[in-house]
Structure formats: structure tokens, C-alpha cells
């Protein structure tokens, strides 16, 4: 998922395939304040969602500016996804905040989620020791690796569109 201007066209073409085959699924990005409503719309699919927090700049009419309102949205969404496993709804969480990860794994126990229900997806060698450890403590864990000819471009447009992805990736380094 790119920045918003795809979002339509991607929901879309996820919908078109999904009719067709059960083995595609779709990111959604968090920081979205269309995001719940999407979601709503997705789940009478039993999708395969990857939920995001979003990292492109964004104006403030159509994502959230502050860390705190996307991390909230993020875990009411998480809870949303978790509470339709039982309906075949398969949740992949694609982030680093392992504060945010603690929560929704007490949040799939109170729901009843059943073990390995969901994912947490990660990037390469950022917070290795933790992926190892969330992987030890049984959470399915997937490590992301950007490849191709673009993803040196893919990668510094990320860190580029959010200021706030610099200091992250710093930090992970030290």
C-alpha cells in the first residue's frame, strides 16, 4: 500500500481477486482516517490484512498527524481483525512498536483468539533480538527483506516521507 491515492484502486483490485482466489491479501494503513471503514468493508471477504501504521506524509484531512492517534486507531483496528479470526479473518501486524505488539497479544487472549491467529511482520535487522525472542514466545514473526532493483529508492522514500522514520531507523542502529 502506497500513499492515498492508491488506496481505492488497490482495495479494489483486492476485492476483484479475492472473488477469485483465497491466497491474496491486502495492506491497510492505520494512520488512515478512512481505515475503519475500509476494514468494515473487508471483512465479509475473510481477508488476509496487513496492518500498517502508514509512513507517507499525508495532509491532516486524511491521516492522522500524531504518532499517539495512529497508535490508538492501530490497536482498535487490531482488536476489530482479532475479534473476526474466528470468522476467517487472518490479521498480520507490520510494525516495530513492541509496546503496541504486547497489547494486542493480551488483546487476542481476551478475544480468544486462537494461537498463531495472527502474524507480526518485521524488517530486516531492525530489532533482530526481538523478533527472535517474539518467535521463541510462539508469535508467528516474519522478517521483511526490500529487494529488487528498487528497493534502495523504495527504502529511502520511506524514510524520506516521514522525518520520524530517520530517528527510528537511528535508533535501531545504536
Same mark, same amino acid.
Do not use: C
Given at each position: 500500500?502506497?500513499? /492515498?491515492?492508491?488506496?481505492?484502486?488497490?482495495?479494489?483490485?483486492? @476485492?476483484? *481477486?479475492?472473488? $477469485?482466489? %483465497?491466497?491474496?491479501?491486502? &495492506?491497510?494503513?492505520?494512520?488512515?482516517?478512512?481505515?475503519?471503514?475500509?476494514?468494515?468493508?473487508? +471483512?465479509?471477504?475473510?481477508?488476509?490484512?496487513?496492518?500498517? @501504521?502508514?509512513?507517507?506524509? $499525508?495532509?491532516? /484531512?486524511? &491521516?492522522?498527524?500524531? @504518532?499517539?492517534?495512529?497508535? =490508538?486507531?492501530?490497536?482498535?483496528? =487490531?482488536?476489530?481483525?482479532?475479534?473476526?479470526?474466528?470468522? !476467517? &479473518?487472518?490479521?498480520?501486524?507490520?510494525?516495530?512498536?513492541?509496546?503496541?505488539?504486547?497489547?494486542?497479544?493480551?488483546?487476542?487472549? $481476551?478475544?480468544? =483468539?486462537?494461537? !498463531? %491467529?495472527?502474524?507480526?511482520?518485521? +524488517?530486516?535487522?531492525?530489532? %533482530?533480538? $526481538?523478533?527472535? &525472542?517474539?518467535?521463541?514466545? !510462539?508469535?508467528?514473526?516474519?522478517? *521483511?527483506? /526490500?529487494?529488487?532493483?528498487?528497493?534502495?529508492?523504495?527504502?529511502?522514500?520511506? *524514510?524520506?516521507?516521514?522525518?520520524?522514520?530517520?530517528?527510528?531507523?537511528?535508533? %535501531? *542502529?545504536?
Amino acid at each position: 500500500m502506497e500513499d /492515498s491515492t492508491y488506496t481505492d484502486v488497490t482495495l479494489d483490485t483486492f @476485492k476483484r *481477486l479475492r472473488t $477469485e482466489r %483465497s491466497n491474496v491479501g491486502v &495492506a491497510i494503513q492505520a494512520y488512515l482516517r478512512r481505515t475503519p471503514a475500509d476494514l468494515e468493508d473487508l +471483512l465479509p471477504l475473510a481477508p488476509t490484512i496487513r496492518l500498517v @501504521k502508514g509512513a507517507y506524509n $499525508e495532509p491532516a /484531512s486524511v &491521516a492522522f498527524p500524531r @504518532k499517539r492517534d495512529v497508535d =490508538a486507531q492501530f490497536y482498535q483496528l =487490531a482488536g476489530t481483525l482479532l475479534a473476526h479470526t474466528k470468522q !476467517g &479473518a487472518r490479521p498480520v501486524f507490520g510494525t516495530h512498536d513492541l509496546g503496541l505488539i504486547g497489547r494486542i497479544r493480551a488483546r487476542a487472549a $481476551e478475544l480468544g =483468539a486462537p494461537p !498463531g %491467529s495472527f502474524e507480526v511482520h518485521m +524488517l530486516y535487522g531492525i530489532r %533482530s533480538p $526481538e523478533q527472535r &525472542a517474539l518467535a521463541a514466545q !510462539g508469535v508467528p514473526v516474519r522478517v *521483511l527483506v /526490500s529487494y529488487g532493483r528498487a528497493w534502495f529508492a523504495w527504502y529511502m522514500r520511506r *524514510l524520506a516521507e516521514r522525518p520520524a522514520n530517520v530517528w527510528f531507523v537511528l535508533r %535501531s *542502529l545504536v
